[in-house]
């Protein structure tokens, strides 16, 4: 197995055990931690593996941390889809 794909499997059961453990501040803290690491490990898994094991990476990450996603989502829709100024 290649390293990287060992250090996306190794950064997917960190963010598993974050997850189980309790926290005050609904995990954002350790939610920015992971995706600060997260982003240049897919890099390297795709640089090494391919664009298709690349998406596949980036889809069991975004399962993962799916609350940062619809966040996103939603700030992006108010953004682009507000009316015009008065």
Do not use: D
């Amino acid at each position: 197995m290649q390293l990287s794909l060992i250090l996306a499997c190794v950064w997917a059961i960190a963010a598993n055990v974050v997850a189980m453990v309790p926290s005050k501040s609904n995990h954002w803290r350790q939610a920015y931690g992971l995706i600060a690491v997260g982003v240049p490990i897919l890099g390297y898994v795709t640089y090494q593996n391919g664009p298709w094991v690349g998406l596949i990476v980036l889809a069991a990450g975004a399962s993962i941390l799916r609350w940062p996603l619809i966040y996103l989502g939603r700030w992006i829709k108010r953004a682009a889809f507000k009316g015009p100024a008065e």
